[in-house]
């Protein structure tokens, strides 16, 4: 029977644990802190549960446009943190009695190779076991960079994960990052009623991104009178009797009550012994082959920690990939994670959504393709929401009609991308799109209208 070690047990780690058993391994899961992972207790499922108590409170308030009398809602912080517990608890719950179904056992503790084929587990009571192993996984995610000119208290300044909420909600934020994360969170608190003064250190937030795309999102915020100061890079944060300031390397001075940091993460890959089984790494991250295998063999990394695509459905997909593939189950072709091809979404309002190829990129790399374009406004569900904001767009093959891409701006766009994620992936065409028939009347519809 192989014998499997998994250090970490977020999405990757979870993943590859419940189909390698289901395969026939014998399993050994090591996590630090809970099953589900950073994605589920830190980072992408309290953000998005705290966008969704953001999105219902501007919901209420533009309740006027569905024939009903305006609502103020308020925010009540200690019954948003019972419900972000509950949601995590429940998460950890169905995720932990799913590996126990597949008989993986859960050793909690800290992981760390002592060699190419052995494992040490430092559990929670201070006792090690040392485990022998025939392949091992690598999972262990990451956390925030943090800057040493940031003095992180947890109070007036915070990253991203002190924020479930804070002790108290931030009468003026100042974020400092304006990529997917950062965006996020000024969306999420400027929806609670905090001032929010963005730090943009580009000229456009969500660098990268369709600057189509990104405009409709500042358009947004400054509609909703968030604050952008375009062109600058904190330095350094001071605190004062009543808040925070933060200076720029222009010499720009932003006063705030609070301050929060989202200006991306670093690999948790000190401390697990990499030099001891001759892991190689680059920047900290484990380094990977299409198959998520390391510079040894039978070791491989997967998720955050693997440098790939921060997300945690390529982590999970990651994870699944690896179980099939040292298990023997691969199948041919179909093995290797397509990184060109996820999905990603940022969970703004509107929400903005994207697979495959961008137009911006493919006028980049000089490829010809067909774009074709429509907004919601055109939608009678749009009306019907009250939110007719946003569009869809396809990026096809002028000669063949397959899917490449897509973008999408608009109310539930994060659901809406799997369609064109599926056509992506199975080279689907925009006839094949068009072709649908789909329920009326739904945002769904405008996808077909899209493709025609
Ligand atoms: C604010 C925020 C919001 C996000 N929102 C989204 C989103 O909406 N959608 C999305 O797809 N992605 C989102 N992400 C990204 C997503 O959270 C990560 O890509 C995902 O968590 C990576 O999964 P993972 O399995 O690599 O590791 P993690 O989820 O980080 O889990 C790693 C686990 O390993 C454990 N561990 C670490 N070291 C050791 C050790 N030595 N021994 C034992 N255990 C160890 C940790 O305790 C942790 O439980 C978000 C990220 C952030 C920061």
């Known amino acids: 029977m192989t014998k499997l070690v998994i250090i970490g047990g977020g999405p990757a780690g979870n993943a590859c644990a419940t189909y390698a058993a289901r395969f026939g391994a014998d399993v050994v899961m090591i996590e630090d802190q809970i099953i589900g992972g950073a994605a589920h207790l830190l980072d992408c499922v309290p953000s998005k549960a705290m966008i969704a108590t953001g999105g219902a409170m501007a919901f209420l308030r533009r309740s006027k446009g569905m024939g009903l009398e305006d609502v103020e809602p308020h925010i009540d912080p200690d019954a948003l943190r019972t419900r972000l517990a509950d949601i995590q608890s429940r998460l950890r719950d169905s995720s932990t009695s799913l590996l126990g179904s597949q008989g993986v056992r859960i050793v909690y503790g800290r992981g760390s190779l002592l060699d190419e084929h052995r494992v040490m587990a ?6 090690e076991e040392i485990f022998e192993a025939d392949m091992i996984v690598l999972s262990t995610g990451s956390r925030p960079r943090i800057p040493e000119w940031a003095d992180i208290d947890q109070n007036r300044i915070l990253s991203t994960r002190d924020a479930y909420p804070p002790p108290e909600i931030p009468e003026h ?63 350094s944060i001071d605190t004062t009797a009543d808040g925070v300031t933060v200076n720029c390397d222009d010499g720009r001075v932003v006063a705030g009550s609070h301050a929060l940091l989202a200006i991306g993460s670093v690999p948790n890959s000190d401390g697990l012994g990499l030099e001891n089984a001759g892991v190689d790494t680059k920047w900290g991250y484990v380094e990977i082959d ?34 099939e593939t040292l298990m023997g189950r691969a199948t041919h072709g179909h093995n290797r994670v397509d990184y060109d091809k996820a999905a990603s979404a940022i969970f703004t309002e509107p929400e903005i959504a994207d697979v495959g190829l961008a137009e911006a990129d493919a006028f980049s790399i000089g490829r010809k393709v067909r774009v074709t374009k429509v907004p919601f406004t055109t939608s009678a569900k749009a009306l019907i929401n009250d939110d007719p904001r946003g569009f869809i767009k396809i990026i096809s093959d002028p000669a063949t009609g397959e899917v490449l891409g897509g973008s999408i701006v608009g109310r539930h766009a994060a659901e809406l991308i799997s369609v064109l994620s599926l056509a992506v992936t199975a080279s689907l065409t925009v006839r094949d799109v068009y072709d649908s028939l789909l329920v009326h009347p739904t945002l769904s519809e405008l996808l077909s209208d899209a493709a025609e």
């Open 290 to 323: 299409g198959d998520c295998r390391s510079s040894v063999p039978h070791i491989f990394a997967a998720g955050d920690l693997s440098g790939k695509l921060p997300l945690s459905s390529v982590a999970s997909m990651q994870g699944r990939k690896i179980a």
């Open 173 to 235: 934020l100042v974020v400092i990052g304006s990529g997917v994360t950062g965006v996020e969170f000024v969306h999420m608190f400027n929806s609670f009623g905090s001032d929010v003064t963005l730090i943009v250190s580009r000229q456009q937030v969500l660098p990268g991104k369709d600057p189509e795309v990104a405009a409709v999102l500042e358009e947004n915020f400054l509609e909703r009178g968030v604050k952008l100061l375009k062109g600058a890079r904190a330095t």
């Open 122 to 127: 430092v559990c929670d009571d201070g006792t």
